[in-house]
């Protein structure tokens, strides 16, 4: 069988079109979310329940996720995922009510959280080291493209056919996908058409610690390396999750743009997120390549800029004008992303391949513990106290997450663990 020239890239531009799908149907609830207000009538409170439980189910199930995928085998457990959620975002067609919205939201949550876990051990599996944190890059833009295509096809869709439409249609993509992926994946030591240099590229530059057998979960989350992880990602994930379900709604009620004009803005901070996601992929090698950073160091690097950067969208409650409101947003998109890339690719770094699924499901787990927490917050208090004090959050906690990781990802990537252990 004819090999492919550079498949992994293949693999990774794969893993990126199903994050799309993810994402598409993910954030079609908050682009509908204006117009669902009125034909469903639920209040913001009630709007911050339905991001609740696909919060929750998310959270609940990534370390479940992480877990069957390591156990199933990435071919079948990303493909059995991924038709699950596009049956549940079929379903929110059929909603009748907040209640009813927010109980195939929560299916949906529970479904899709298989998706980064998925991604973070395709990297791992197909990427050597030194490419790993590239190949985030370009398979995490695909949560930002995802985000950037659905404010305009979904309210096409929804002003064409109607919101039933829009949800159906965003939902249903997916089972193609699903099927595609199940079709072509292999791993690099069982793929038909992966050629031996690419193989060997691959397996001589993973530096595996010495075979010690399958961690056990609770070591996994017990070790410092995973908190190195875990916090960072509980600090961030409140400022992703509310650019992905508060935005269209605060670009609405705080600085009242109709639909048409949601539609026209409201994508821009995400496609800012995609150049973030791929910039800070290669920040890292350019560090190391220039600076003779150390592999780690250099993705601590780009988290410590991302988070000074954060400063930016902290600030929106301070500008008059909705475009450098924007603006700002467009600012913490590309930051979120660029810290986003590079927190996830270190549990590549200090994990080994056969743990990388568990450490990220789990990290994600406490990342979305965060972001429910602030989402229901906002759905608490932004008609009162307004959004302002609430985006001025943000910026702190990524310093903080920030100051954490430089504490604790000392001395944990796994050759120092190694020869530590020696």
Not at 1 to 12: A, E, F, H, Q, S
Not at 286 to 299: E, G, N
Request: net charge positive; with cysteine.
């Amino acid at each position: 069988m004819k090999t492919v020239k550079g498949l992994r890239w293949w693999i990774i531009a794969l893993v990126c079109v199903g994050t799309i799908m993810n994402y598409l149907a993910r954030n079609s609830l908050s682009v509908l979310a204006p117009e669902l207000k009125h034909e469903l009538s639920f209040t913001t409170q009630q709007y911050s329940y339905i991001v609740a439980a696909f919060q929750i189910g998310y959270t609940v199930m990534q370390p479940v996720c992480g877990i069957i995928v390591d156990l199933l085998g990435l071919r079948l457990g990303f493909a059995l995922f991924a038709a699950l959620w596009s049956a549940a975002g079929v379903m929110h067609g059929f909603a009748s009510g907040w209640l009813s919205l927010g109980l195939v939201r929560g299916f949906l949550g529970l479904f899709e959280a298989a998706a980064i876990p998925s991604g973070m051990k395709a990297v791992a599996e197909w990427f050597p080291d030194r490419q790993k944190s590239v190949a985030v890059g370009y398979f995490n833009a695909g949560t930002s493209l995802g985000a950037v295509l659905a404010p305009p096809v979904v309210i096409f869709l929804s002003l064409r056919f109607g919101w039933q439409a829009a949800f159906m249609v965003t939902g249903a993509i997916g089972f193609v996908w699903a099927a595609a992926w199940y079709a072509l994946y292999r791993k690099p030591s069982a793929h038909p058409r992966i050629g031996e240099r690419e193989r060997a590229l691959i397996l001589d530059g993973q530096k595996l610690a010495p075979a010690s057998g399958k961690r056990r979960v609770r070591e996994v989350i017990a070790s410092r390396r995973f908190w190195a992880i875990a916090l960072p990602r509980f600090f961030a994930e409140p400022a992703w999750q509310t650019f992905s379900f508060w935005i269209p709604l605060y670009l609405a009620t705080g600085r009242h743009m109709d639909l048409k004009q949601i539609a026209i803005f409201a994508w821009l901070p995400f496609l800012a997120a995609d150049l973030g996601g791929i910039l800070g992929g290669y920040l890292s090698p350019f560090l190391m390549k220039y600076f003779r950073m150390p592999l780690l160091w250099s993705r601590v690097a780009g988290v410590v800029l991302g988070a000074f950067m954060m400063i930016g969208p902290a600030c929106i409650g301070l500008v008059a004008s909705p475009y450098q409101a924007i603006a700002l947003f467009c600012v913490g998109g590309f930051a979120h992303q660029m810290i986003s890339t590079l927190v996830n690719t270190l549990s590549a770094d200090v994990f080994d391949p056969g743990e990388v699924g568990t450490a990220s499901g789990f990290a994600g787990m406490a990342a979305w513990i965060g972001g429910l927490g602030f989402s229901l917050m906002v759905g608490a208090l932004a008609d009162t106290v307004g959004y302002g004090p609430l985006f001025a959050c943000l910026g702190a906690f990524d310093l903080i997450g920030a100051a954490l990781l430089i504490w604790l990802i000392r001395g944990q990537t796994r050759q120092e663990r190694a020869l530590a252990h020696a």
